[in-house]
């Protein structure tokens, strides 16, 4: 997937033709706040798009990578029982029934395993299984080295610039939403308000 050199100069043009006329239709407010929504909005369909275009058959989605990140991370720090799906739900910013979905792939593909919470009868645990391990050794190294890959015409110093300016911005965010909210889309590509 590469971006010829005319479709950048277009989509350059394009953003300042559109630019040029937000200016002079509000007149001359400050636009900043929307072009950085707008950046952001395309750099996350770009990297979707990239790593889907990527991925080998089979492989898994990044979603279903987090989890069974988080799995080995809970795994590693001693917990040997499992995380109940509402908790990875939690962690992933998706609602319960996508989140019943993604665990569904991922215990079909034989990744994960859901057993009684000890404790509560009524709660499952998610683990990781041996399988899930292995391929996490495999396509985790190689899922990473293609997000370096990504961003590497940044400098190192440019790199922590922009994480830096993310979570600032992040947390500006954070600071001004007084409902609840799930910022990741639930597949209709809408942040999820409850």
């Not at 509000?26 to 952001?40: A, C, M, P, Q, R």
């Not at 395309?42 to 798009?49: D, G, P």
């Not at 029982?81 to 990875?88: C, E, V």
């Not at 001004?176 to 597949?187: A, I, K, L, M, S």
């Amino acid at each position: 997937m590469k971006c010829h050199h005319e479709n950048e100069n277009h989509f350059d043009k394009m953003r300042e033709h559109l630019k040029k006329h937000l200016l002079s239709m509000t007149n001359g407010v400050d636009i900043k706040g929307l072009e950085i929504s707008s950046l952001i909005r395309m750099l996350a369909n770009y990297y979707a798009a990239i790593i889907t275009h990527k991925m080998e058959p089979g492989e898994i989605s990044g979603p279903r990578m987090g989890i069974l990140i988080r799995l080995l991370v809970a795994e590693k720090e001693g917990n040997t029982d499992g995380i109940n799906p509402t908790a990875l739900s939690h962690f992933q910013n998706v609602k319960k029934n996508t989140i019943s979905s993604l665990l569904r792939g991922l215990e079909d593909s034989g990744y994960i395993e859901r057993n009684m919470d000890p404790k509560d009868k009524r709660v499952f645990l998610i683990r990781i299984t041996e399988k899930g391990r292995k391929m996490m050794e495999t396509v985790g190294p190689q899922r990473l080295a293609m997000m370096n890959d990504l961003s590497s015409e940044l400098t190192d110093e440019e790199k922590a610039q922009l994480i830096s300016l993310l979570e600032k911005l992040l947390k500006s965010m954070q600071k001004r939403v007084d409902f609840p909210f799930h910022p990741t889309p639930d597949n209709d590509g809408d942040p999820d308000l409850d």
